[in-house]
């Protein structure tokens, strides 16, 4: 570490998209003579030390085995994949006010260890990864950077469409709908999470917030010319973009094909989400089995529900995506923080079918 460097702590969200963001802000954080740890769920563990990263472990649940936890989260995703289908207004009720709950949950389970371990580290700057205020990172007096790895509107305006709504950006209906109906649903949420920040000695927020910008810096994953057209333009110097933050990922030799060998290779990945809509990727699957093409398939951790495969189609658990996106013609994903702005990165087209 240089003579200057600082500890930098990173807390993402207990998922891949946001941790697999913070991994690439931690690897040029590195670069620049800094030295980067990993605050995490137990559930998560592992998965920053497979990147050479320290980890300390903050029980963001209830402490349970590994393949418990993993059952939990399992069944928490394949319960919902029925909602999926719904308009964002309609998941609102059957689904995003579950995770919300569970969301306030995180945070309370968080501030039993996070005091402790800030204490124990001693990090120069915390970087968090979530859509919800930890108290003790706000409050353990050093500075602190809030990520956003996915859409900038976590951060309102007026003028654009609400965080979660899927609404075009010129169809304020749309807009006045979906923050009446969330704001609705949300409320005994919202109102429980205010008591506990009342507990931590933190103001409450107003119904429907449920973090803050912080008031150092706040690093948005995806590049400027993206960005929302707001009325308030977000600060400079406290809002940066990132311009896509690319994590350096092991090497990726494409497979042989037993049919379709020299045509195009897509790759096709709906994250841990959507992986567990297998219905949805076996008719992908089946489609490209009779499309001149090549694809890779992630298919998470269901790969034994699958069989049948067609010729030009290769299926895997995991892919190292900043090593096979280069090497592909055009990707079909679910519109995750990383997937989206790899694509964008290396200059690769995209559909895309968001699920939530």
């Not at 700057?125 to 990520?147: H, S």
């Not at 075009?168 to 506990?196: L, M, Q, S």
């Not at 910008?213 to 057209?229: D, G, I, Q, T």
Request: proline share 10%; with cysteine.
């Amino acid at each position: 570490m240089a003579r200057n460097g600082k500890v930098i702590a990173f807390f993402p969200e207990a998922a891949f998209g946001p941790a697999l963001n913070s991994v690439g802000i931690a690897q040029a954080c590195e670069k620049l003579g800094h030295r980067a740890v990993f605050l995490t769920d137990p559930g998560m563990a592992g998965v920053y030390a497979g990147y050479g990263f320290e980890e300390h472990m903050v029980n963001m649940s209830e402490p349970m085995e590994p393949e418990a936890m993993a059952k939990y989260w399992s069944d928490f995703i394949n319960g919902h994949i029925p909602n999926f289908d719904k308009t964002p207004c309609e998941q609102i009720d059957t689904y995003v006010k579950e995770c919300w709950q569970a969301i306030v949950s995180t945070a309370e389970w968080a501030q039993k260890d996070l005091p402790g371990v800030l204490a124990r580290v001693k990090p120069d700057i915390v970087c968090v990864d979530n859509v919800i205020l930890f108290p003790a990172i706000k409050q353990y007096g050093k500075p602190w950077v809030r990520i956003v790895s996915c859409s900038e509107n976590e951060f309102p305006d007026p003028d654009i469409p609400p965080h979660l709504s899927g609404c075009g950006e010129n169809d304020r209906a749309c807009f006045e709908k979906f923050e009446h109906r969330f704001n609705t649903a949300v409320k005994p949420t919202h109102d429980h999470f205010n008591e506990f920040l009342k507990a931590c000695g933190e103001k409450p927020y107003p119904l429907g917030q449920f973090f803050e910008a912080s008031p150092f810096l706040n690093l948005l994953l995806y590049p400027e010319p993206v960005k929302f057209r707001r009325r308030t333009p977000l600060d400079p110097k406290r809002f940066q973009y990132l311009e896509g933050c690319v994590r350096q990922d092991k090497p990726y030799e494409v497979p042989k094909f037993a049919a379709n060998g020299d045509k195009p290779l897509l790759y096709i990945s709906f994250g841990s989400l959507g992986s567990g809509d297998t219905a949805l990727l076996k008719r992908l699957i089946d489609a490209m089995g009779r499309l001149p093409y090549r694809a890779l398939v992630n298919v998470g951790s269901y790969r034994d529900l699958y069989d049948s495969i067609p010729p030009n189609v290769h299926l895997d658990s995991w892919f190292p995506q900043p090593s096979v996106i280069p090497q592909v013609d055009a990707a079909i994903h679910h519109g995750g923080n990383n997937s989206f702005t790899e694509c964008l990165y290396f200059g690769k087209p995209a559909i895309i079918m968001p699920y939530v």
